[in-house]
């Protein structure tokens, strides 16, 4: 099985399947999909996991981007944090 990953700057595109559906896709892939069940809209992503149900479609759509915005890095001292606790402690020399 491939994963397909696409660069954070390419936008979805919104295109509305049917009248309760709406299809998004990114540079021409299957991206997820928001379903309206009468109450709330249904947020899939494009392996078919629930990302959530919301009121307002604006809402639905903006969480289906935000699940493929790239993670965070994270710390910049993260990796030298782990060398600098291996390291004795020196004694002052008086």
Do not use: C, Y
């Not at 491939?2 to 936008?11: E, H």
């Not at 021409?28 to 947020?43: K, S």
């Amino acid at each position: 099985m491939s994963t397909t990953t696409f660069p954070p700057s390419d936008p979805l595109t919104w295109k509305q399947a049917d009248t309760d559906v709406h299809v998004a896709t990114r540079a021409g892939e299957f991206a997820g999909f928001v379903e309206f069940d009468g109450t709330t809209h249904l947020v899939r992503d494009n392996r078919g996991t629930e990302l959530g149900a919301f009121d307002d479609l604006d809402d639905a759509f903006r969480a289906l981007e935000d699940a493929h915005a790239p993670a965070g890095r994270g710390s910049a001292f993260a990796p030298i944090l782990p060398r600098a606790w291996r390291r004795k402690t020196r004694r002052a020399r008086a």
